[in-house]
């Protein structure tokens, strides 16, 4: 499946962005979508999952209350909408994709960017302070 993200950009603390990425070329119906995010000098961090149907999702306790995953799968696309955005929420944001699969479900599956077989190339988000 090929991802691509797109959204990021320059927003004030306080202020709101919304990154959409959109899946092709398989069923985006048959994955399980993750965010994650990273900064220079650190590693890949898990932001935010979803389960292939839009059930369940799962959020870093970083963002927990101010980021939330919707998807739609008629559109291929699912999203992070994020609120409250923090200057420490600076970096570059990744979309990932997972297969379904009995073991996403759990923490240390669904948060391990290892465990994702597609990305997308990343959008910048920039908070200033």
């Known amino acids: 499946v090929q991802l691509q993200a797109s959204g990021g950009g320059l927003v004030p603390a306080g202020g709101s962005l919304r990154l959409s990425c959109a899946a092709s070329?398989?069923?985006?119906?048959?994955?399980?979508m993750g965010w994650f995010r990273q900064d220079p000098g650190n590693q890949r961090e898990f932001v935010a999952a979803?389960?292939?149907?839009?059930?369940?999702?799962f959020y870093a306790d970083s963002v927990k209350g101010r980021f939330t995953i919707p998807r739609d799968n008629a559109k291929n696309t699912v999203y992070l909408q994020m609120n409250s955005l923090k200057p420490a929420d600076t970096a570059v944001y990744y979309c990932a994709a997972d297969h379904i699969n009995p073991y996403w479900a759990s923490s240390t599956y669904y948060s391990d960017s290892l465990k994702y077989d597609y990305w997308g190339q990343g959008t910048q988000v920039t908070v200033s302070s």
């Open positions: 070329g398989r069923t985006f119906s048959n994955y399980n």
């Open positions: 979803i389960s292939s149907r839009g059930g369940t999702a």
